[in-house]
């Protein structure tokens, strides 16, 4: 029997007439229906959390955090069912699916202990002169399925220490764990304060619309975020655009081959490659280009690709037939023109589920569209480089500007190569990690606005200055 799964609104789970199929990306089995919004439940969802503003935004802040706190520790005591459930949903190995599920977790606690503290501009004889944050509104948050859980909580959890309410829609694709985790922590969450709806794409744009949003917060494709800020513009409401990239990885020659080679494997290839800060062009100097192409090639034959849920599996399946045949295309592009392929390239369509297999590019041209495009899949191209200057360029030469990485024996000389790079983030030798306390946003078409940290906290607010002339009525 198929579980039928509930929207949190105003406290309550809810169920709607019309509901839509979740599929499990291992076998393209139903695995779960979930309601599907439109206006009515949309409408109903930014009421409550309209209501609730009220009263949470003049909640003490510790109480705030405090029922963050909570939250995540329902999380942590229900993980080994909900990463099975996340397994099943989005199809990454279940070590992976736990990782993301403590990890969002860990960074709602750690993102509870984050401040903004009022600044004292003046204070003199004559005039208080201070500047404070004051909470958004109502915020839409809108999350991908990639990491839906991870994706979900950082949007929740600031937006409720900064005195905001959310409504949240995941994706279509994953909204199970979700649902699920709201179903959990309804009971310490003030009603109205966090709204869980789920619906067809076409539920986006009526959220970017909907006129008592105060703010969206976006994860997803560049395409659809340049919908959003379009969307937005009509009222001006403030956003936060989290959206792709094609980050690059230059590997020095005094780097390391039989430690790296591991490493940048994975910086591409963890969760199926469907990680926008993935290693999507790795530049490899010349000197080490044949060893360490073949050192990664190596590897790669020998991880499982496979069922998430199965003991032994490194990589998933694709989590959705939309971007299954997306990256089958690319490959076909790939073989069409000729490119050499160190590892894979050939997918088998006969059997169940989005697999596709760990492909390997050996130094296609720049212009390729395996190249020029984001991948978002286990396909990996691997290019020469001669000199510092070469490769800086040609990393900086994208619209895209997320992540990067630098692999390198001197980190000095890391760092400085890190420093010419346009993105908003860059490793020097190792790669994924991203700090709750550290500002995590894009440069050029990456994004607009920043996540996590202070930097983040402050997205879900305005400042206000208030100016008090001290003895004026003496």
């Not at 109205?192 to 703010?215: A, F, M, Q, R, Y």
Request: with cysteine.
């Amino acid at each position: 029997m198929t579980t039928q799964y509930r929207n949190l609104i105003d406290g309550e789970m809810v169920e709607t007439a019309s509901t839509m199929e979740v599929v499990n990306p291992a076998n393209e089995q139903v695995v779960g229906l979930v309601p599907a919004c439109g206006t009515d439940e949309l409408d109903r969802a930014v009421a409550a959390a309209r209501r609730a503003f009220k009263s949470w935004s003049k909640t003490p802040i510790d109480e705030r955090r405090a029922v963050i706190q909570q939250m995540s520790g329902i999380i942590k005591e229900n993980a080994d069912e909900l990463f099975r459930l996340l397994t099943t949903e989005q199809g990454k190995p279940h070590e992976q699916a736990k990782g993301e599920i403590y990890g969002a977790a860990g960074l709602m606690a750690a993102q509870s202990t984050l401040s903004l503290e009022e600044e004292i501009i003046e204070d003199s004889d004559t005039r208080l002169h201070r500047s404070r944050r004051v909470p958004v509104g109502v915020v839409g948050g809108i999350v991908p399925w990639n990491f839906p859980v991870m994706m979900a909580m950082q949007k929740i959890a600031p937006a409720m220490l900064s005195g905001c309410t959310i409504v949240l829609k995941p994706s279509p694709f994953t909204p199970l764990t979700t649902l699920r985790i709201a179903e959990l922590v309804k009971d310490v969450v003030p009603a109205g304060v966090v709204n869980i709806i789920t619906g067809e794409d076409s539920l986006g744009p009526l959220i970017t619309s909907h006129p008592d949003i105060d703010k969206i917060t976006f994860t997803g494709s560049t395409a659809t975020g340049k919908k959003i800020m379009e969307g937005a513009s009509k009222d001006l409401k403030r956003i936060t655009l989290e959206l792709g990239g094609n980050d690059a990885s230059i590997v020095l020659p005094d780097a390391d081959v039989s430690k790296v080679a591991e490493q940048l494997f994975w910086s591409s290839f963890s969760n199926a490659g469907q990680i926008c800060v993935a290693a999507k062009r790795i530049y490899i100097h010349e000197d080490i280009y044949d060893e360490l192409s073949t050192a990664i090639a190596e590897y790669a034959k020998g991880v499982v690709v496979g069922d998430g849920a199965q003991q032994g599996t490194g990589v998933g399946p694709i989590q959705n037939k939309k971007q299954f045949d997306r990256v089958c295309e690319l490959i076909e592009d790939a073989k069409s023109n000729g490119y050499k392929f160190l590892v894979g390239g050939d997918v088998d369509p006969s059997g169940s589920g989005y697999y596709v297999p760990i492909t390997i590019l050996d130094n296609p041209p720049e212009d390729a569209r395996i190249v020029a495009e984001e991948q978002f899949g286990p396909v990996m191209p691997l290019m020469k480089f001669s000199t510092e200057e070469e490769v800086i360029a040609r990393a900086n030469a994208s619209d895209y500007g997320l992540a990067g990485a630098v692999w390198t024996g001197n980190p000095d000389k890391g760092v400085e190569i890190a420093e010419q790079l346009e993105t908003g983030t860059v490793w020097v030798n190792e790669y994924l990690h991203l700090s709750p306390f550290a500002p995590f946003g894009g440069h050029k078409q990456s994004g607009f606005g920043a996540e996590y940290g202070v930097e983040g906290l402050k997205e879900f607010t305005y400042p206000q200055v208030i100016t008090v002339k001290k003895n004026a009525m003496a």
